[in-house]
T-cell receptor, first 115, second 114 residues
Framework: GENVEQHPSTLSVQEGDSAVIKCTYS??????FPWYKQELGKRPQLIIDIRSNVGEKKDQRIAVTLNKTAKHFSLHITETQPEDSAVYFC??????????????FGQGTILTVHP | ETGVTQTPRHLVMGMTNKKSLKCEQH?????MYWYKQSAKKPLELMFV???????ENNSVPSRFSPECPNSSHLFLHLHTLQPEDSALYLC?????????????FGPGTRLTVL
């Protein structure tokens, strides 16, 4: 099965700073790399994803970069705002291995953005 | 957000009780999932139902019994639970057959076992 590790486990930044969270995985067949955000007391929601044929994807202040050779991908948040404070989970998956999305989640990174 | 709903939102039960968690999705999806989320632990996949058939059971104790009567509804029947089963139980759904499919989560049921 897939082994997934996220670093750091907690991250504290000042508003306006950048934040980077890294996710390493073990299954070289993984080809889909999503990031989920879970605000306090709320459900996880997909915020950005990338496929294995793309090295980088950006959506406004968030971006994801992928290094398939090294088997890791990272979430980048620029110009952080207090509403970015949440737990972030990576969930790499071999989307072609089964017909359903069996995600293996990382342990989560608690991001705190101080005003 | 009303795409995936869960009831009850909070549940307190004794170790000898029997209770059920309910999940309903209004997105037309055909795969549904149960996850357990404990403090300081990653989201743990418990069960997967694809086209109403259970396709995944991640070594979950038999005191947890899932049921999927149709593609819109998913239940988790609980009996003789232990205090360490206290956690947030999340339901999710997705569309099978669509590559790179996003999972949509419900708000969760906060379970406390006394």
């Amino acid at each position: 099965g897939e082994n997934v590790e996220q670093h750091p486990s907690t991250l504290s930044v000042q508003e306006g700073d950048s934040a980077v969270i890294k996710c390493t995985y073990s299954d070289s067949a993984s080809n889909y790399f999503p990031w989920y955000k879970q605000e306090l007391g709320k459900r996880p929601q997909l915020i950005i994803d990338i496929r294995s044929n793309v090295g980088e994807k950006k959506d406004q202040r968030i971006a994801v970069t992928l290094n398939k050779t090294a088997k890791h991908f990272s979430l980048h948040i620029t110009e952080t705002q207090p509403e970015d404070s949440a737990v972030y989970f990576c969930a790499p998956v071999n989307a072609g291995g089964t017909s359903y999305g069996k995600l293996t989640f990382g342990q989560g990174t608690i991001l705190t953005v101080h005003p | 957000e009303t795409g995936v709903t869960q009831t009850p939102r909070h549940l307190v039960m004794g170790m000898t009780n029997k209770k059920s968690l309910k999940c309903e999705q209004h997105l037309g999806h055909n795969a549904m999932y149960w996850y357990k989320q404990s403090a300081k632990k990653p989201l743990e996949l418990m069960f997967v139902y694809s086209l109403e058939e259970r396709v995944e059971n991640n070594s979950v104790p038999s005191r947890f019994s899932p049921e999927c009567p149709n593609s819109s509804h998913l239940f988790l029947h609980l009996h003789t639970l232990q205090p360490e089963d206290s956690a947030l139980y999340l339901c999710a759904s997705s569309q099978e057959g669509v590559p790179y499919n996003e999972q949509f989560f419900g708000p969760g049921t906060r379970l406390t076992v006394l």
